[in-house]
Nanobody, 124 residues
Framework: QVQLMESGGDLVQAGDSLRLSCTAS????????MGWFRQDPGSVRIFVAA????????YYADSAKGRFTISRGNTKNTVYLQMNHLKPEDTAVYYCAADPRYGSNWSAGIVDYWGKGTLVTVSA
């Protein structure tokens, strides 16, 4: 089992930046690809970004490209999502996820482990 704990969600204004963090425990962190999803009220959870287990490869949903950056610190068992130039439409609950695979499973939302989410609210 992998336990994931997100933090960093907040109420910010449009144009602001925010960094989300997710700390993992329970299994060897470097064995897992890590990523982020978001979920709007009444909607499904959708893919935002993923990073490979050693951090040398990343990929993003089109909506996140150019504004969001995913990174990881394997010595700290933590994955980050740096979000810049935030927009009101970025408002959502953001979920951290972990999976041993790094591929199309991420954009399909097929991952083994989920955190409980952290709320990001962007006001206009």
């Amino acid at each position: 089992q992998v336990q994931l704990m997100e933090s960093g969600g907040d109420l910010v204004q449009a144009g602001d930046s925010l960094r989300l963090s997710c700390t993992a425990s329970g299994r060897t962190f470097s064995n897992f690809a890590m990523g982020w999803f978001r979920q709007d009220p009444g909607s499904v959870r959708i893919f935002v970004a993923a990073v490979s287990n050693n951090g040398d490869s990343t990929y993003y949903a089109d909506s996140a490209k150019g504004r969001f950056t995913i990174s990881r610190g394997n010595t700290k068992n933590t994955v980050y999502l740096q979000m810049n130039h935030l927009k009101p439409e970025d408002t959502a609950v953001y979920y951290c996820a972990a999976d041993p695979r790094y591929g199309s499973n991420w954009s399909a939302g097929i991952v083994d482990y989920w955190g409980k989410g952290t709320l990001v609210t962007v006001s206009a």
